[in-house]
Structures are given as structure tokens and as C-alpha cells.
């Protein structure tokens, strides 16, 4: 019987309980460092998170197990086949879901959650209008009525709720701190958002998916309709942590978000994470599922935000690049920005995905107009570049973006280092043993001094601490970059920066660096 199934679930939990407080350090350590929705929190935090599209099943297969994404192995599970939910294949935006028939479908924790304060949210999509249970959890509950979805605080005697129309999928949220009577608590629906104050928490001795759990073992309401992803947290997350998860959400559902802050859900809707600031806190720091991590942003501010997603292309590799690079992954990923949040971190988990060349030649490829690497528009960027061997991640530094931006990871063309002092145009001042041309990078190492006694050609050139010097009045023409470390000696010769299309940077850390001549490309 459904009281006796209940009542079992509610040995169970307990008896889990217990044995959790004995394994605690043990499972704490073995735990993955699984990152939260949206790059939002990990697993200490991100205490569930179930998504219907992790599930390797075909379409109307009985979901016995929905397994716990979040890296605390909170499996949902039924055992009775008459009870277990339906998985259902490309019900919203492409996606799959799980369905509940409203009669006697639900699924049990293997972990009572038991949480005072709480973060939730819930994609859903329900078909009637009588009550039906979302989920139950110790000290919470979210049911849907008549068009409206409540979460229920202490013996149901108080109900907070908001609009929810029947038969529609939406992003349903909500939160509340731990506390006694008078706590804010809060719930939202889409772009909607409704906040009082609550009497105490609920105590209920199970937890359940797709149906209400009343004491002592009793589960009713079942809910007939569709869950697609379902995430809680044990804390009150700040409202720059929610927009980032439901612009997570909203890109991969297609569905209206918190704040719209992201506007390339269209094309570049799969792993969405951010960072960003409002009073009530910030998330600095996101690292996705597809080997990308966002940090260190120079000036995030209230209201300030970069979410980024990727076109779910492959990590094969393209050879639509730009001049001075060999090669980049398809996989794009796109920047939304909101207000000014400076300049930031990127690395690249690479996984088995690297390039075969040295990771002193990778680079992280930019472009701001089309989206096509191939005909401009590229910075190429390579500040701050370097590789931890452990994590087998790239990072760089002082990253420019701006809104619309397309970004990923690229290999150059292999640079060519000087092996002694000597004249530009000599094979034997070269690593190559050859003479760098208009396709080619360069860097003058330390203590070569390197004389231009006729024209030459680079693509980008870095006096990393060696000596460029002019010894007449002939032409260096630099394509792309001209970096300046050490010392850089022109005398009466020519600097001639042709970079057709896009910007062309010349940089200078090393003081003062007079140019007698300098000719710039005009593009008319």
C-alpha cells in the first residue's frame, strides 16, 4: 500500500541519516569537485540537482533511478514499477522530461533532505488543476493549484504563492533563510517574484519527487505532468547567484529568465555560466561542465555581468582562422555583458582535446563581428599564458570582452625564438634557421641583439628582453603585434603597422620607446 511504501521510505532516510553522520568525513573527501548549475556554488552548497537530459534512456522508459548530478549521490529512486515515472524525449526546446501520471507516480530520496534554508529550482510543466505535490523535503514543500504555485511553510498553515499557468513550462524558484516566524521568504516564476514573510519551517519525515509527503507516512497529490530539472541548494543564494542559474536554464529551455541578461540563447544556449555582482553579493568565479572557467574580473559591480555559452560544436579542430594561427577548436563559446566588468581570467580544461603543438603556442582566438574567424575582426591573445600540467588547464589573463564576442581556444603559428645576436635577415639569427616573414611570430630573447640592416616582414614580433635596432632607414613591417619588453632602438628607420582589418596592438612595458618613423594602414 502507498502508506506502507511511505512508511518504508521513512525507515530508510532515517537509517541513512544515521549512517551519514558516521561516513561524513569519508564521503566529504571523496567527493568530485563538481561545479553547480550555472557555474553557481559545487557540491558542498548544490546539495541536488537532477537533469532529465543526464538520463540515458529511450523514450517512455520507466525512470527507476534519477541519478544525482550534483556530486553527493542523492539518487531519486522507485522500486515499485506501477509508481515509477515516465521518460519522455524532446518535450521542451529539444530536451527531454520526466512524467508523473498524477495517480500513483513518485520518487523517493536516498537521502532525507533536511535543510532549514534553502535555494530551489524547478523546470516544470503540469496538466491539471487540482493540487499536486512538486516536492517534499523535511522542512519544505511546493505544490500547484489552480494556476498557482505555493510553498507551503509550518502544518500548511500559511501558503506563499504566485502565478503559475497550467500546461506551460516555466522556471519556478525559491528561497528562504533559516530562521523562526517573520522570515523573508520568496517565490518566483519566471520574471515574476513574490516575497513575504513566513511562520515557522514544516517538519515532514520523508522526502519525495512528484507528490506531498504529510506525516506519519502518508504520500498524496500526486503530480501529473512534467519535471525537467530540479536543483536545491542549503543556502539562501544572492540575486546575482539566482539570475546566473535561471539564465542557465532559460538559454537551455528557451524559456524567460529572471533578468534577460543573456541574448545569444539562440545560437549559443548549451553550458551557460557567469559571473556577476548586486548588493546582495556576488559570484566571481564559474566553471562549466565543457572545460571553461571565467575569474578574476578587474571591475565587477553592482549590476555587472558576463554570461557565456557555447554552440555545442565538437572539440574537433577548424582551420577557419585567423593569419598567424594554425588551427582552433569548432566549440565557440558567446559573451553576454551587462554594465562594465573589466578585464578577466580564462582557462581551458583540455582534457584529451589539446592541440599536438606545445602549449606555449596556444591562444585564445576573439572576434566581434560574424562569428567567422577566417576574415578579420580576430585579436589574437596570449597575455598571462600559462599551463598547469596537473589540472592539464590553459589559462589567460587581462582577457577583453564585450558584449557579442566570440571566443576559443587556438593554436598559433609556431614562433620563432633567435638563437644569437645577428642581422634580421641572416639564417643563422634564427631557431627556423630561416628568415621570418609577413606569416610568421617572433620573439628576440635575452641578450640577441638583432640589427634590421634591410625591409623586413613580421606578423607579430616580442622584444621579450633581447634588442631590436635600425642600423639604416629601412622598413619593418609588423601585420598584427609589436611587443616591447626590452629595448627597442629605431633610429631613422621606419615602424610600418598594416593590420588590415580590426584593431592592431603595439604594447611597451619596458619605458620609453621613440618610433622616428611610424607609417599606419589606412582602410579608407
Known amino acids: 500500500s502507498r502508506s506502507s511504501a511511505a512508511s518504508d521510505v521513512y525507515k530508510r532516510q532515517n537509517m541513512n541519516k544515521i549512517f551519514s553522520l558516521i561516513i561524513f568525513s569519508a564521503l566529504m573527501s571523496s567527493l568530485n569537485a563538481q561545479e553547480g548549475p550555472g557555474g553557481v556554488g559545487s557540491s558542498s552548497n548544490n546539495i541536488l540537482w537532477l537533469d532529465a537530459n543526464q ?38 526546446n529539444g530536451f527531454p522530461t520526466v512524467r508523473f501520471d498524477g495517480s500513483d507516480d513518485f520518487l523517493n530520496f536516498t537521502n532525507h533532505i533536511t535543510t532549514d534554508a534553502i535555494s530551489f529550482f524547478v523546470v516544470y510543466n503540469k496538466d491539471v488543476t487540482t493540487e499536486n505535490g512538486v516536492f517534499t523535503v523535511e522542512k519544505h514543500l511546493l505544490t500547484d493549484r489552480n494556476n498557482l504555485t505555493y510553498l507551503l511553510s509550518f502544518n500548511f498553515t500559511k501558503a506563499h504563492y504566485i502565478s503559475k499557468p497550467n500546461s506551460t513550462y516555466s522556471i519556478v524558484s525559491g528561497k ?24 515557522d519551517l514544516a517538519s515532514i519525515n520523508s522526502s519525495v519527487l512528484g507528490a506531498k509527503f504529510t506525516n506519519p507516512s502518508t504520500v498524496s497529490n500526486f503530480f501529473d505532468g512534467d519535471i525537467s530539472e530540479f536543483i536545491i541548494y542549503n543556502e539562501v543564494l544572492n540575486d546575482a547567484e539566482r539570475n546566473i542559474i535561471s539564465e542557465a536554464l532559460a538559454a537551455k529551455y528557451d524559456l ?26 556576488g559570484s566571481i568565479s564559474a566553471q562549466g561542465n565543457d572545460s571553461l572557467t571565467i575569474s578574476n574580473a578587474s571591475s565587477l559591480d553592482n549590476g555587472d555581468y558576463y554570461i557565456i555559452g557555447n554552440d555545442g560544436a565538437a572539440y574537433t579542430t577548424s582551420v577557419s582562422v585567423p593569419t598567424g594561427v594554425s588551427e582552433r577548436w569548432e566549440r565557440v563559446w558567446r559573451v553576454g555583458e551587462t554594465g562594465e566588468a573589466g578585464t578577466v581570467s580564462i582557462a581551458f580544461g583540455l582534457g ?30 596570449t597575455t598571462g599564458r600559462s599551463y598547469d600540467v596537473g589540472s592539464n588547464t590553459i589559462t589567460f589573463t587581462n582577457v577583453s570582452l564585450s558584449d557579442g564576442d566570440y571566443f576559443t581556444l587556438a593554436e598559433q603559428n609556431s614562433s ?3 638563437i644569437a645576436t645577428g642581422i634580421w635577415n641572416s639564417t643563422s639569427t634564427w631557431s627556423c634557421t630561416c628568415v621570418p616573414g ?14 634590421i640592416d634591410a625591409n623586413a616582414s613580421i606578423l607579430s614580433l616580442d622584444i621579450s628582453s633581447g634588442s631590436l635596432v635600425f642600423s639604416g632607414s629601412d ?50
Open 55 to 92: 538520463l540515458t534512456l529511450s523514450d517512455n522508459d520507466a525512470v527507476t533511478t534519477w541519478s544525482d548530478i550534483s556530486g553527493n549521490a542523492n539518487d531519486l529512486t522507485q522500486g515499485t514499477a506501477s509508481e515509477q515515472p515516465t521518460y519522455k524525449t524532446n518535450q521542451i
Open 176 to 199: 528562504t533563510d533559516a530562521g523562526g516566524v517573520g522570515t523573508p521568504i520568496q517565490i518566483s516564476n519566471n520574471n515574476s517574484t513574490s516575497s513575504t514573510l513566513r511562520n
Open 256 to 281: 524567460t529568465s529572471f533578468s534577460s541578461l543573456y541574448n545569444y540563447r539562440a545560437t549559443h544556449n548549451n553550458d551557460v555560466i557567469g559571473i556577476g555582482m548586486e548588493a546582495t553579493g
Open 352 to 381: 584529451t582535446n589539446g592541440f599536438s603543438a606545445s602549449t606555449d603556442d596556444y591562444a585564445l582566438v576573439i572576434e566581434n563581428n560574424d562569428g567567422d574567424f577566417s576574415n578579420g575582426d580576430v585579436v589574437t591573445h
Open 416 to 418: 620563432i625564438t633567435t
Open 438 to 451: 609577413a606569416t610568421d611570430i617572433a620573439t628576440i630573447q635575452s641578450s640577441h641583439v638583432v640589427t
Open 475 to 524: 622598413t619593418l613591417s609588423v601585420f598584427d603585434q609589436l611587443d616591447v619588453q626590452a629595448t627597442f632602438t629605431s633610429g631613422s628607420g621606419t615602424v610600418a603597422a598594416l593590420k588590415t582589418l580590426g584593431n592592431q596592438s603595439f604594447s611597451n612595458t619596458s619605458g620609453a620607446v621613440s618610433y622616428t618613423h611610424l607609417r599606419a594602414h589606412e582602410t579608407g
